[in-house]
């Protein structure tokens, strides 16, 4: 078995939408990025990838590369479990947590499970997602951003 930890912040910006764990978040700002910026699911890659020691979401889909664009996360980290399968290894289970202030997500959490999920081939109880704020402390307490931590574990085997 192998483990990973991943990081990610994002910027809140007026003009885009909230993608979270690939579900669209209803809320009067959305991440900067250049991608969908999909914070939740950038963690989660960086904490597949190092893993394995493959290296960061930088390495594998650079921001200044125009193929990833806008790109939807999903397509990310269906791209980054593909190379987890490739390695031989397969995924035992994720564990985050959203720090934002606002908007809360919690109804929202089942279905970035099972999202999540679907796209790494494995039951939802292998996924864990929490929210937590920081009391209006810092830059989340200020409702600057979102950050999110993520720890992965994956083991020898093959998707089913």
């Known amino acids: 078995m192998r483990f990973g930890i991943g990081f990610d912040v994002h910027a809140f910006s007026p003009d885009r939408k909230l993608i979270l764990g690939g579900v669209e978040i209803p809320f009067e700002k959305g991440l900067e990025g250049h991608s969908d910026a999909d914070v939740l699911l950038h963690a989660i890659i960086d904490a597949l990838l190092g893993?394995?020691?493959?290296?960061?979401?930088?390495?594998?889909?650079?921001?200044?590369?125009?193929?990833?664009?806008?790109?939807?996360?999903?397509?990310?980290l269906e791209k980054?479990?593909?190379?987890?399968?490739?390695?031989?290894?397969?995924?035992?289970?994720i564990d985050c947590v959203v720090t934002m202030q606002r908007p809360k997500i919690s109804k929202f959490i089942p279905q970035m499970r099972d999202k999540i999920a679907g796209i790494c081939w494995?039951?939802?109880s292998?996924?864990?997602?929490?929210a937590t704020?920081?009391?209006?402390l810092g830059f989340v307490g200020r409702e600057e951003g979102v950050a999110v931590m993520a720890i992965a574990s994956v083991r020898e085997g093959k998707r089913k």
């Open 51 to 76: 893993s394995l020691a493959l290296g960061d979401i930088g390495r594998h889909f650079p921001d200044t590369d125009l193929q990833y664009k806008g790109i939807a996360s999903t397509v990310l």
């Open 80 to 93: 980054t479990c593909d190379l987890i399968w490739k390695e031989g290894f397969e995924i035992n289970n």
């Open 122 to 124: 494995c039951d939802a």
């Open 126 to 130: 292998r996924i864990s997602i929490k």
């Open 133 to 136: 704020t920081t009391e209006k």
